[in-house]
């Protein structure tokens, strides 16, 4: 072995390195660049204003047709937010279910074992449950295959007046140490908005397993 080639391979691992120092220190608060594109973020609303999220500007909702290809089942995502080569995609959906917070980690544990065994192939990452917003949100990440390339995915759910809100993420694969951290940040911008507060009666009543 060579000192030059010892020597470039050195210089490729520190390159390595500072390009993904680089890509770990942006922010959705300002303008980002990922594979020479730049993406700037803003708040929106969903659900009557329920819902608060930092999201690309650059992001629309996906034409119908094109769900109906990539979400072929009949209950796909109740929002789909999508940029112009469609690789690129964030569903929101609000599930009814009477879940209290605390039952946050059990619906994470209940999705990731129901994906498992819908497809086996999925590899799990990171998974956890973080308090953003004074709210527990339990999170996981998984690469699933697909007829073309597979995903990097970021799932993760809180509650919303008791129903389950979830969020998906997704890239392609091979951009997901690009995508990985801007994904979190996402995620951490989220904010839910109580319309009502419940009452001595509503919480007496509870919850799937009791008061929340």
């Given amino acids: 072995m060579t000192?030059?080639?010892?020597?470039?391979?050195?210089r490729?691992?520190?390159n390595q390195a500072e390009e993904q120092e680089r890509i770990n220190s942006q922010n959705i608060y300002e303008s980002i660049s990922i594979n020479g594109r730049y993406y700037e973020f803003?708040?929106?609303?969903?659900?009557?204003?329920?819902?608060?999220?930092?999201?690309p500007t650059a992001f629309f909702d996906m034409p119908t047709e094109l769900a109906k290809v990539k979400y072929p089942s009949s209950d796909r995502p109740q929002i789909i937010k999508t940029e112009d080569t469609g690789s690129i995609n964030i569903t929101?959906?609000?599930?009814?279910?009477?879940?209290?917070?605390d039952q946050i980690p059990e619906v994470k544990d209940g999705l990731k074992t129901i994906l498992k065994r819908l497809n086996p192939s999925y590899l799990f990452f990171e998974e956890g449950v973080e308090t953003i917003?004074?709210?527990?949100?339990g999170f996981f990440e998984f690469k699933s295959p697909t007829?073309?390339?597979?995903?990097?995915?970021l799932m993760f759910v809180t509650t919303m007046e008791r129903d389950v809100l979830m969020v998906t993420f997704n890239?392609?694969?091979?951009?997901?140490r690009e995508w990985r951290p801007i994904a979190r940040q996402i995620?951490?911008?989220?904010?839910?908005?109580?319309?009502?507060?419940?009452?001595?009666?509503?919480?007496?009543a509870g919850g799937v397993n009791g008061s929340c």
């Avoid at 000192?3 to 050195?10: A, F, P, Q, S, W």
């Avoid at 890239?171 to 997901?176: A, G, L, M, R, V």
């Fill in 92 to 101: 929101l959906n609000r599930i009814p279910n009477n879940v209290c917070e």
């Fill in 42 to 55: 803003e708040e929106k609303s969903f659900f009557e204003g329920q819902l608060k999220i930092h999201l």
């Fill in 147 to 153: 007829l073309d390339k597979p995903l990097f995915n």
């Fill in 3 to 10: 000192r030059g080639y010892v020597d470039e391979r050195i």
């Fill in 133 to 137: 917003g004074k709210k527990p949100v």
């Fill in 12 to 14: 490729n691992v520190i």
């Fill in 187 to 204: 995620m951490q911008s989220l904010q839910v908005i109580s319309k009502t507060l419940p009452s001595t009666e509503e919480n007496s």
């Fill in 171 to 176: 890239c392609p694969y091979e951009d997901y």
